[in-house]
């Protein structure tokens, strides 16, 4: 769930943090992503009436940017899209550790060559990353130059787990053109942030991320590029959810308290505690028309398929227009269409298919 300070908007008075355990029961204040309060009037009532509450801080669902895209079928409507797989870090609940693919950097010029036909195309947002830490990429400055020349991308994020994310970085991340930064903060206290990010040092990680708020300025936000500052509830940092959202949502435009997915992990199984899991019938993460490019260069539909387990194609035989538009992706659409993804193997068993 995402978090935000009800009080840039709206006048809060004697305002209070609810514990996340009320948060999360609340029906969220629609944003669009530019992070304006969505002017519709059921809308703005149900925000002012939260602010009358005392409410400081309040859940959040950002809409989609572009109607356009929705029911886009031989394009993407958004893409993840890995510079590398390599990462320094392994963290607990990470598909890091039952990554069986190569561990490698897409070649900068292959990068930079489908990220000219995405833009050809237009989508509605993309992300610079999937599972590794696009900062150990050779060329991640010259692939954000370049991504920042577009006009046609989208929202664009890019996720650091910020450890490499010192000054310079910092730097040439607020001179891009970047909507969203993912800031995988984790917790508040060094013991805790062990327990998740055994490699990472956390002086350094909660250094950087104080550097980019003293770089950045905290005053009159919300301002690009937006801070996501992100932890994921698990058995090892729930106690912390309440002081992780007191400490940063001033500073950061939102705070997100993710839910445990990729749960058949062996250190993720406190997730199939949180929610209950409807049959698998049609599949909600193939419906919504997303891609996921590695970066040896397949492509899939569903971030669970981080191994290639399901294979569209691959960005260096062809282009993503003819792998989006071909048979297998088409066969897949009508049996989700059918209610029929329990034929596929690797979706039978599946426990995220549902959000």
């Not at 919504?288 to 669970?304: E, K, Q």
Request: proline share 5%.
């Amino acid at each position: 769930m995402e978090f935000t300070d009800l009080s840039r908007y709206l006048p809060v008075s004697n305002g209070t943090v609810l514990p996340f355990s009320a948060l999360r029961t609340l029906p969220p204040v629609r944003m669009t992503q530019d992070l304006e309060i969505v002017d519709e009037p059921e809308n703005l009532a149900y925000a002012e009436d939260l602010a009358r509450a005392g409410n400081a801080v309040v859940p959040i669902r950002r809409v989609p940017p572009f109607a356009r895209y929705l029911d886009r079928q031989d394009f993407p409507r958004r893409i993840l899209f890995e510079m590398t797989s390599n990462c320094n870090f392994r963290c607990r609940m990470c598909p890091q550790l039952n990554l069986k693919r190569p561990r490698m950097d897409m070649a900068g010029e292959l990068y930079r060559k489908v990220v000219d036909e995405i833009d050809k195309h237009g989508i509605e947002g993309m992300w610079l990353y999937h599972l590794g830490e696009s900062l150990l990429h050779p060329e991640f400055r010259d692939n954000l130059k370049h991504v920042s020349t577009k006009k046609n991308l989208g929202v664009l994020w890019m996720s650091t787990n910020g450890q490499h994310f010192d000054e310079s970085n910092i730097r040439c991340v607020l001179d891009s053109n970047l909507d969203y930064i993912n800031f995988s903060m984790h917790a508040v206290t060094a013991e805790t942030y062990q327990s998740v990010a055994k490699q990472g040092d956390f002086h350094t990680v909660s250094g950087n991320l104080e550097r980019f708020y003293e770089l950045k300025g905290s005053g009159g936000l919300p301002r690009k590029p937006f801070l996501h500052c992100q932890m994921i509830e698990q058995e090892t940092t729930r106690h912390e959810v309440d002081a992780f959202i007191l400490k940063h949502y001033r500073r950061a435009e939102i705070v997100s308290i993710n839910m445990l997915e990729y749960v058949n992990l062996p250190n993720n199984a406190f997730g199939m505690q949180q929610r209950e899991r409807k049959p698998l019938a049609a599949c909600t993460r193939v419906g919504r028309n997303d891609c996921f490019i590695c970066s040896n260069g397949h492509v899939t539909l569903c971030d669970a398929a981080y191994n290639g387990e399901i294979l569209l194609g691959d960005v260096n035989r062809q282009s993503l227009h003819d792998i989006w538009r071909g048979d297998e992706r088409r066969r897949i659409l009508e049996l989700n269409r059918q209610g029929r993804m329990g034929e596929i193997e690797f979706c039978r068993n599946c426990t995220d298919h549902d959000i």
